[in-house]
């Protein structure tokens, strides 16, 4: 059996155990990218040398017992928006194409010094706007278990790449679900943390109040276990929040008696996918036979997240990407007239569509006579969005629906389209805006074979319950292979 | 001219905090370190990078804010300020409007008119740009960032100024009380205190203000004087001519005496404000408050008040040494020493003042330390030094802060006392002006200076001058 189905866990133990070598374990992942990549396309950058060279430095760490942790020696895949130093860090961006930070992200630091391999950067929509991996500027990523349609974005790269075997976990990030989604049309599982839990330091930011780093992994014990390093406090980050309630391993536990398991009803409404709506619904079921008390509520306010999360993201992001000028890094257009020409050109050329879009949107919100009218509105929103969640949670631990309405669609569908684009990210978004944990993991395939995915919701910090759930319905079904995984099948599925 | 008009000035000053490292991140603030050496991810709009608050700067201002009787802000913010310039990395500047940390402040200030109150609307901080310089040789532009992220503050009047001598009065105000804080040098020259005016005239008697322009560039106080008399006069002749003053930033050339356009209202850039995501908001306690508070050193009014009744100074020298922070730090120590509060005064008032002038230097600018003039003191008050030679001494002390014992030991300049020495010099004196000794001893008081001299010149300044007083009038 060859290594790359093995949870990151699993890998770490054989590697601790002397049952296999990191230099294997590296190998067997950059076979498989060699093997899928053509089909796929998961990364941006594969820095083979540098993880072959690494693999020999973490395997002295381990040989020496320096390494002991539940992730020393697994490769891992990280999404191109977190700076590696010495590694190209594109936001799958032309304006970013050459750019090679000098540090590295915080969370990326945790996990190296917990022993990971990096095997390179995973595509994602450019900047992380947009919901399909279709907006990178070095071409799409296309969903493994049908690569005739998306995996989701815009961590699409990370969790196409988790999904395909092409490396034993990733990080992503997610500003308004994209963690989530692709996980969920991927048939992988991943954590969007409580905001201020994992260090956004060295994360290239687009909606700064939205955006965490997350785990992508084949299963929860994998996601609980990466959470659990890439969280720290950071000082770099004044958003970082100190926790001393980290251990999020110790809540896989397989037990939800008497958990209290909301089901909001306007999750379940028009625009959701039959299939989908009844795998959920199917796993509420799993989970209350487990005797978790599953009830149904209205949660409010749902139809304004996306309208307030795009006018607040978008702001943020007309300020952060403003700094991409040509002046200092990234691309400079070649021929100009003068400063303003070569600001113009060189952005009119380095950023793509959807990124124009939000800029001139978030431009716009923020300009004198609108800001009233948009954006202060928008933080309203996102206030009342907050205290509709917390009178959800004074009655139960957790909430359960689906992470996206449909199953993936297909390649080209949804970039003619923006607005439906932006209706995909209904169910996540109000978790941003809130700034609550959520995880989704894979509870089903629809009639296409496409994966479905469920989210659990938490109040904030309270990780531990939603990890605990997803735990214990984990164990109630098998875990789904991707069709791409399966040697004698060869590619497409 | 048949109208009467009447100034409103407001003024936006500028102040770099003395802080050892940036507000943003921890490069050093020093001047003069070779181009982005003083940088990092941070000040260098890097992407990925996030700001981190340093809480010196947020003291300062607060500091600043209780010496002007400001309220303070107890949860403030900082915003973002966008706009596209390659000095400003991140190409926005992290500042703060709608949450500033200081409001509804004042300091009173004295002209010939008596004592005037002038509001402060409110304190900010901010960070500052890099510095652009344009490489003619390759026709190319450069950036520095070494500034970039320097901490200010932004110190906006209300429009209470109605003359030069206002704004100067106002403007010295600030500059001595936050020298006073240590917030800043406020060296107007150099930059880490920069004025921006802001004016209007209007027809004596009206209540509503005129269209106002904003003057940039102001580099001493000579030119910001310079420049309200020419912006008022220019405006009044618009108004006279029956054209109207636009509202515009003009720039002000300080050798030419003149100001133009740089731009308008209606190229105004829209700015595009909101509140800074990546930083908390700053919560202010009373606890914080009150330690600030607790720390406050003496300002000039409370120490003024203490020199004339602890030292027994007159006004005038209180007035004179607490001009400048730094001569009353030097007045302090050296009375200290010496104990001996008057003499220190004197020789600050005058020696160092004469000695400043005419090396065109500030009293921030003075090298040598309190001991030494104590030292001095000494020296003369023991009389082992006459007053002379004590000026010639000083003049070293001022220049190169020598020690004065060691000085007037090697140099031989120790005042004669002995009779005998004395008394043989002063009779050859007698012996070699027999016309003077006639005038005295016929009545002219006066000619007794003559021979004093004759005295000291001739034992080359270091006779002991009471001692030759007496032994003249003695043999005379």
Redo the contacts between chains.
Sequence with gaps: MSLTRLTALELSNKIKAGEATVLEAVEAALDAIEKREKDVHSFVTVDREGALKRAGEVQKLIDDKTLTGALAGVPVAVKDN??TSGIK?T?SSRI?SN?V???T?QAVENLEAAGAVILGKTNMDEFAMGSTTETSAFGVTRNPWNTAHVPGGSSGGSCAAVAAEECFYALGSDTGGSIRQPSAFCGVTGIKPTYGTVS??????Y???LDQIGPVAKDVADCAAILEVISSYD?????SVKREDTDFTSALVDDVKGMRIGIPRDYFGEGLDREVKEAVLAAAGKLEEKGAVVEEFDLSLVEYAIPAYYVIAS??A??NL????G???GYRAEAFEG?HDM?KKTRSQGFGPEVKRRIMLG?FV???GY?DAY?LKALRTKALIKQAFDRAFEKYDVILGPAAPTTAPRLGESLDDPIKMYLGDIYTISVNLAGLPGISLPCGVDGGGLPIGMQIIGDCFQEKKIIRAAYAFERTREYRRCPITEESKGGRG | MSKQYETVIGLEVHVELATKTKIFCSCSTAFGGAPNTHTC?VC??????????NRRVVEYAMAVGLATNCEITRCCKFD?K?Y?Y?DN????QISQLYLPICRNGSVEIQTENGAKKIGIHEIHMEEDAGKLIHDDWEDCSL?DFNRSGVPLIEIVSEPDMRSAEEVIAYLDKLRMTIQYLGASDCKLQEGSMRADVNLSVREAGEKEFGTRTEMKNLNSFRAIARAIENERNRQIDLLESGEAVIQETRRWDDAKEYSYAMRSKEDAQ?Y???PE????PIIIDDEWIEEIRGRQPELREEKIARYKKEYGLPDYDAGIITGSKRLADIFEETAKICGKPKKVSNWLMVETMRLLKEHAMEPEDIRFSPENLAKLIALTEAGTVNGATAKEVFEKVFADDIDPDAYVRENGLKTVSDEGELRSVIEQVIRDYPKSVEDYRSGKEKAIGFLVGQTMKAMRGKANPAMVNQILKELL
């Design positions: 977190l700076c860090t936001c970013l750019f930070p000098t540090y992200a956004r330091y060295g994360l290239i930011a909606g700064s109040s000082k770099k980050d004044s958003t702001a943020e007309s300020s403003a700094r991409f000028d002046v200092k890094y400063l600001y431009s923020l300009s004198s800001y954006y | 991810p260098t709009g890097m992407p990925g990078s996030l700001p981190v608050l973002r966008n596209f390659p990395p991140q190409n926005y950036v829209d595009r404000y909101f995501p990546d930083l908390v």
